[in-house]
């Protein structure tokens, strides 16, 4: 079964920081790029941040930029993103997504998601 | 940056009617680009459509899109007690960013 997994949330101060993971399987990781989406309590979808097969193209939304790492380690099967200088305004359930990069860029398999939470 | 904007916000329906939900970008994209989602409360979006025409696997053929430049519709021929939830089309553009649309909501009226 392809599968995503998530874990890392949790609540924390403003400016603090926080590493989520997310783990594959039931799938070749190493052949597809990956991106993480959030979604704020009660909001919309927002894209935050994704990376190529082997992680030599990385992309941020301008929101995050400076401020999130994406990462992946294919030999793990494991994609992680490094959250720093956390703002209430980052509180959202975070996504991991598979990402079609073969001209479509489309997500289809999502996890289940886990939720940060930014206050003091 | 290309914003997407969807409407109607809210769509009233009975089962067995039939839905359509508009999506219009700011700026023609590839038909390539265009995707729909389906995300009922609590879970995860699903993939329904990309490439703005074609279905992902496993979905039902009541679920088809269209469109093309700016104006794109994501049509569910007969609703299924099933079908009621937010709908979010997605695009991808060469900057690169992915960017969603704000969402329809699919309820039952």
């Known amino acids: 079964e392809v599968q995503l997994v998530e874990s890392g949330g949790g609540l924390l101060q403003p400016g603090g920081s926080l590493r989520l993971s997310c783990a594959a399987s039931?799938?070749?990781?190493?052949?597809?790029?990956m991106s993480w989406v959030r979604q704020a309590p009660g909001k919309g979808l927002e894209w935050v941040s994704a990376?190529?097969?082997?992680?030599?193209?990385?992309h941020y939304a301008n929101s995050v930029k400076g401020r999130f790492i994406i990462s992946r380690d294919n030999s793990q099967n494991t994609l992680y993103l490094q959250m720093n200088s956390l703002r209430a305004e980052d509180t959202a359930v975070y996504y991991c997504?598979?990402?079609?990069?073969?001209?479509?860029?489309?997500?289809?398999?999502w996890g289940k998601g886990t939720t940060v939470t930014v206050s003091s | 940056e290309i914003v997407l904007r969807q409407s109607p916000g809210t769509l009233s329906l009975s089962p067995g009617e039939r839905a359509t939900l508009s999506c219009r970008a700011s700026?023609?994209?590839?038909?390539?680009?265009l995707a729909w989602y389906q995300q009922k409360p609590g879970q995860a979006p699903r993939l329904l459509i990309y490439g703005a025409s074609s279905r992902a696997t496993g979905i039902p053929d009541r679920f088809s899109g269209s469109g093309s430049g700016t104006d794109f519709t994501l049509t569910i021929s007969r609703l299924e007690p099933e079908d009621f939830a937010v709908y979010y089309c997605q695009q991808f553009d060469n900057s690169p960013t992915w960017t969603f649309g704000q969402g329809t909501k699919v309820e039952i009226k």
């Open positions: 990376i190529s097969i082997n992680g030599d193209n990385i």
């Open positions: 039931g799938f070749t990781f190493s052949s597809f790029a």
């Open positions: 997504a598979k990402t079609d990069s073969s001209g479509y860029y489309y997500m289809d398999v």
């Open positions: 700026q023609s994209l590839s038909s390539s680009y």
